[in-house]
């Protein structure tokens, strides 16, 4: 265990926040708008990890591309995990939610809603796509580009993080600088005024889990080509996404960011100090142990909507 | 002064004739199984301000609701020009020229005033700068707090920036729900001062108040609502000097 080893973990940590905090951002947007968890999103992120392994099956990609080549089968593949994530994510909303919004039916009704969605849905994709796992087709040689610390920074860690910011820091605009992103937050803070101001409610529910699916389906698709695809693997992703929301404060785009690059980093600091085994437990406590202090998060301003 | 069974009846001011900016008519408004409005009819002309009076739960709030589409009839028509408006949804009735501005002000409180007051112009492609810069003329010390967080104002600023907010739509009808409330009678004078203002520029007004006097100092008509219908309706003038409203609601021995 060299110091530079530990670096190295750091670094990995960092690429896997980048991914936690892609999806977070997901149930943070949702929880803003309805104040529902919504615990199918992660089944949102496993549907773009197929939605890329789809695509690129389709189009083969030849043996050894060339660079503009690999560049192009990215993009393309992230275009289709994003896709599919977004399409999920909206029909997800218009079947499962929209009609209980209809009835006012009561919060609990919605959580029950979103776990059955969520088995549903993973069933769904081990019915459609086979139980096994897949590997992402080949878009590039996964070289090391260079070395950090003696740890080999690869293609596909790059990969991650460069997307994973531009799609932090083109959400962040969308949400603080676009008309759709002050419906967003006029809808989170006050549904009932924003309706009076203009805001059609169920359009900007609508578009904010489509915004969610196509991050999610993104990240899906960028977990899938950094290991494989598999019909269960939304759910440990999902749920420590879920935990980086709630821990950066729920409701708050900035703090869902900076909650999952926290639990990133202790995710593989956990792993490099005791062990592959404990992977899953450290991220949890780190959670318990801050809303012990900060039962609102780290960015959250305030419990619930208050005038 | 005439009879009780005149007061029920249309406004004496009978010059006002033509289509009415809004009319209320025969409104039935329930909750649950509860009558909130017993058939109610109000008519609000161009240019008037109308003020409508009454205690706790004669069905103020729930008539401006109604007329801004927040809550649907079950029986009853809603008229904006002589064209029913009811079974419109609210976010399609601010097109229709109608700037709500609800009971307990209820500002955006994780925006700045700046965004706060542009989401009053969401209905438009872009705020209309001359719009921001006239309510910011009404309301100076809104552009001296452009930048703060609406939920960190204080009431009377945040009333203000409610108002604001509303004006932001460029409404023909503007809708105020108990601007007085929980505020100083200072700054209750200054509100209803500025609201003198914005109904001479051009801006009708229906006003919904606890405060009587102030709400009838200000209006041309008013309507008293007890129980959910309309107990009385006339100038505003007749309605100051009429005893029973003095008692009831002016706070003065009959």
Known sequence: ?307 | MSGAADLKKEPAGSERTGTPLLELRDLRVYYGAIEALKGINVKVYEGEVVALLGANGAGKSTTLRAASGMLAPREGQVLLHGERVDGIKSHDLVRFGIGHVPEGRRVFPRMTVKENLEMGAYRFKSPDREEMDRVYTLFPRLKERRTQLGGTLSGGEQQMLAIGRALMGKPELLLLDEPSMGLAPLIVRQIFDILKEINEQGTTVLLVEQNASQALQLADRGYVLETGEVAMADEASSLLADPRVRAAYLGEGA
């Open chain 1, 1 to 307: 265990m060299s110091l530079n080893e530990l670096w190295g973990y750091l670094v990995l940590g960092v690429v896997l926040g980048c991914l936690y905090a892609v999806i977070a951002i997901g149930y943070t947007l949702v929880y803003g708008v309805l104040q529902l968890l919504n615990f199918a999103h992660s089944e949102v992120f496993m549907f773009g990890g197929f939605g890329g392994v789809l695509a690129l099956t389709a189009w083969t990609p030849v043996v050894n591309p060339s660079g503009m080549q690999s560049v192009l089968y990215v993009a393309f593949g992230m275009a289709a995990g994003a896709a599919l994530g977004a399409a999920v994510a909206y029909g997800l909303e218009k079947v499962a939610y929209r009609p209980l919004r209809k009835h006012n039916a009561p919060r609990l009704v919605f959580l029950i809603t979103a776990i059955g969605a969520s088995f549903f849905l993973y069933n769904l994709a081990g019915k459609l796509f086979d139980r096994s796992s897949v590997a992402m087709p080949q878009m590039y040689s996964n070289e090391t580009v260079f070395t950090l610390f003696d740890t080999d920074i690869k293609t596909t860690h790059l990969l991650i993080v460069f997307s994973a910011v531009a799609m932090m820091v083109g959400l962040d605009y969308v949400v603080n600088r676009t008309k759709l992103g002050s419906g967003i937050r006029a809808v989170a803070q006050d549904p009932e005024v924003a309706s009076l101001m203009g805001v059609n409610i169920d359009k900007v529910v609508s578009r904010t889990f489509v915004i969610g699916g196509l991050l999610g389906g993104a990240a899906g698709f960028l977990f899938g080509v950094n290991s494989k695809v598999v019909y269960t693997m939304g759910f440990l992703p999902g749920i420590t996404a879920f935990a980086a929301a709630v821990l950066g404060g729920i409701g708050n785009v900035r703090g869902a960011m900076l909650g999952g690059l926290l639990l990133g980093v202790v995710e593989t600091m956990t792993v490099f100090f005791w062990g592959d085994d404990w992977r899953y437990v450290a991220g949890f406590a780190v959670l318990v142990l801050v809303l012990m202090f900060r039962p609102t998060g780290l960015l959250g301003e305030r419990l619930g909507r208050t005038a």
